[in-house]
């Protein structure tokens, strides 16, 4: 999960986690799990914490990794240890004998990813929140009706339905969190 009992306690204004009510403590771990996992398909990114092996192409003699703050090891496809230091954040010189390796090699990297960045938790947090903020069966989780003089519309409450977890500002800000490369990763092993 991408964000804890405790977080979605804090978005709620609440002090910890035991302060939740019976019927969201009852939810909030089901809720997690899948508020996480459809972040986590939006952003299109695992941001889950722990070992991580990837398989990466190299971009003028450097990989980009997001999530890596250190690399642990950087191997060529048959097994033969590259020297890798850190440039910017995120991007690291991938080199052997001191030469930079060329634009297409690709090298497989174990890294540890840390921690989950702050603004996703939030992100899963807040959302959780605001499902655990109305109650199922309650008349507000049921649809929600608009009116402006003769126009009536009746619209099912996006904040609540289970088949609309993310509005869509928050698709856009899940998005935002997505690898600035595309095609970088070749694939996580």
């Known amino acids: 999960m991408l964000a804890s009992r405790a977080d979605v306690a804090a978005a709620l204004g609440l002090a910890d986690a035991d302060s939740l009510s019976e019927s969201q403590q009852a939810r909030v771990d089901a809720l997690l799990e899948r508020v996480s996992g ?3 398909r939006e952003a299109n990114r695992d941001f889950t914490p722990g070992a991580v092996q990837v398989r ?3 971009i003028d003699g450097r990989i980009y990794l997001p999530d890596a703050e250190s690399v642990t090891t950087v191997t060529d496809v048959d097994g033969a240890e590259l020297d ?3 440039d910017v954040p995120g991007w690291f010189v991938v080199s052997r004998n001191g030469c930079r390796l060329l634009t297409g090699d690709p090298v497989v990297v174990d890294f540890v990813r840390v921690d989950v960045p702050a603004a996703v938790s939030g992100l899963v947090a ?4 605001r499902h655990l903020s109305v109650e199922p ?3 507000e989780s049921m649809a929600t009706d608009i009116t402006a003089g003769a126009d009536f519309r009746l619209r099912m409450a996006d904040h609540v ?3 609309a977890l993310l509005t869509a500002d928050e698709e856009c800000e899940a998005r935002g969190f997505r690898s600035k490369l595309p095609n970088v990763i070749v ?3």
């Open 38 to 40: 459809s972040v986590s």
């Open 56 to 58: 990466v192409l190299v």
């Open 84 to 86: 890798c230091d850190a």
């Open 126 to 129: 807040g959302i959780a929140a």
């Open 137 to 139: 069966g309650s008349p």
């Open 161 to 163: 339905s289970s088949t």
């Open 187 to 189: 694939h996580r092993l």
